[in-house]
């Protein structure tokens, strides 16, 4: 048993408890936050070493063994996962100094990101499937918070279909997890495995399967995505920066354990379904970009088709497809965090969301401008960006498997997401606008000096994601050792059971 496997959602936990008693002092709050952070990134780092090098790593809690006791379970996708959301939330929490404003950071801004972060490790490590319910639920609870924090009409508009929506699908969630224990009496991750493949995926369990397609695509956003956009654009950027790189790949993973490790056995239903809803969720979400006049709603859609392209690999299913979907989610973290970082300037520089009020950004902010391209060009996958391995992988996957239809609905997704990313730039930076407002921020509170340093994070995330596309390499072969659980589950099952 290795107890660094519990670190990453017990660091941001302590240090959400720490915080709520800091309330008073907002730079106190940073200093305890970016400690907190710093440490959690440290033990991730330190477990995904473990994990390349010694295999998979459980912990037992309280030394209760599988299948009876709490597991955590940190195998190399869980452990790659887990690093890079901590990282890049690091990101999202050094942008939001200055740029939420102090009521948000007096009214517990910083417990809430602790919060979420504490749930959304967990749900990566977590080896047990009623502790993923109740992940989620502190990481829902969380955004909820966060998401309503600052009481504007457009917040609480948003916040109540998001809240509403995640009730139900939570409600969903704990019937399915009584069904499956119902069935196979047990709700251990390795343990339902085997129990699963020794009555077969047919009946009663196919049900099952399907009820967890439909609550982890709710969560996710794989085509049941309505709820997304006019959610993710209601908080301060900071926030949908964080919402938008990891609360849909919380989702994504959790279809991508069921999938491989509990519902195997019955492709030509999960699987085929998975690739409809994928194909849908790219067109419907490029349609959305396409119609979209506003930048937070055009990012927004195009979280919605990253989304479906990810799922196409996962509907395949076959070595290359998943390799790539390991390397997409890896990169699109910190691609999509950038993005919106970047259109949170955009606006505050603009003093307006609206296309045709915004123009002529490039005279006095260049840098900004150039970063936003950079971001665009990654996000559709133009090599030598980081985007371009992860899409490559995923068509040669798509190809090999012989989806030439899914395949192609891919790949014009990814020219929709080039046009709508590129044509945002030229109108933002080099048309002229319509009617432009007095620059200002999304906060009253914001300051020239916030701006810089909002632009100083969002240069360095930029560099890493330069970083991610040249050196590539790496992040190719970490993405085909944290495969080997994916297409192989005795390894996985093996390290859980036989503790």
């Not at 917040?155 to 499956?180: D, H, P």
């Not at 419907?284 to 119609?291: F, K, V």
Request: hydrophobic share 55%; glycine share 10%; net charge neutral.
């Amino acid at each position: 048993m290795n107890n660094i496997v519990v670190l990453p959602l017990l660091i941001p936990l302590c240090t959400a408890v720490l915080l709520l008693f800091f309330r008073s002092s907002i730079k106190l709050q940073r200093m305890v936050s970016v400690i907190g952070q710093s440490s959690s990134a440290a033990a991730c780092a330190v477990l995904l070493w473990q994990t390349g090098t010694g295999g998979v790593q459980t912990l037992a809690m309280g030394g209760w063994k599988a299948p009876y006791g709490i597991m955590f379970t940190a195998d190399f996708i869980a452990a790659l996962l887990v690093t890079a959301s901590t990282i890049v939330a690091g990101f999202c929490l050094l942008y939001s100094f200055g740029s939420v404003g102090a009521e948000r950071e007096t009214f517990y801004f910083y417990p809430f990101f602790q919060f979420l972060m504490a749930g959304v490790n967990g749900s990566f490590l977590t080896g047990d499937l009623f502790n993923l319910f109740v992940c989620f639920e502190v990481m829902l609870i969380s955004s909820y918070s966060l998401l309503l924090l600052g009481g504007t009409r457009e917040q609480l508009r948003a916040g109540l279909g998001y809240m509403l929506i995640n009730i139900m699908s939570s409600t969903l969630f704990v019937a399915a997890v009584a069904y499956l224990y119902g069935v196979t009496g047990t709700l251990n991750m390795a343990h339902l495995s085997e129990r699963i493949a020794a009555a077969g995926q047919d009946g009663i369990l196919s049900v099952i399967a399907m009820l967890f397609l439909i609550v982890f695509s709710l969560k996710a956003g794989l085509f049941l995505f309505f709820w997304l956009p006019g959610s993710y654009a209601a908080p301060p950027p900071a926030v949908t920066a964080l919402f938008a790189a990891l609360l849909t790949k919380v989702g994504l993973y959790a279809l991508i354990r069921t999938f491989t490790l509990l519902f195997p056995g019955d492709p030509e239903l999960t699987h085929s379904w998975i690739g409809w809803m994928a194909g849908a969720t790219m067109l419907l979400g490029a349609a959305g970009a396409l119609s979209s006049k506003d930048v937070m709603r055009i990012l927004n859609f195009n979280i919605v088709i990253s989304v479906g392209f990810a799922a196409f690999g996962l509907a395949v299913a076959n070595e290359a497809s998943l390799q790539g979907l390991v390397f997409y989610m890896v990169q699109d973290m910190a691609a999509k965090a950038l993005l919106f970082l970047l259109g949170g300037l955009m606006i505050r520089e603009a003093g307006t969301q609206r296309l045709d009020r915004m123009g002529g950004l490039y005279a006095s902010r260049p840098g900004l401008a150039w970063m936003f391209l950079i971001a665009a060009l990654s996000a559709a996958g133009i090599p030598p960006l980081s985007g371009f391995a992860g899409k490559l992988l995923l068509v040669q996957g798509g190809l090999q498997s012989g989806a030439y239809v899914l395949t192609a609905v891919a790949l014009a997704s990814s020219l929709i997401v080039l046009y709508t990313l590129v044509r945002l730039f030229m109108k933002v930076f080099w048309g002229t606008a319509s009617e432009r407002p007095t620059a200002c921020s999304l906060n009253e509170s914001s300051s020239p000096g916030s701006s810089r340093w909002a632009g100083i994070t969002a240069g360095v995330l930029c560099f890493l994601v330069v970083l991610l596309g040249v050196g590539s390499e790496w992040l190719a072969q970490a993405s085909s050792a944290a495969v080997l659980t994916l297409l192989d589950p005795t390894v996985y099952i093996d390290a859980v059971l036989k503790e």
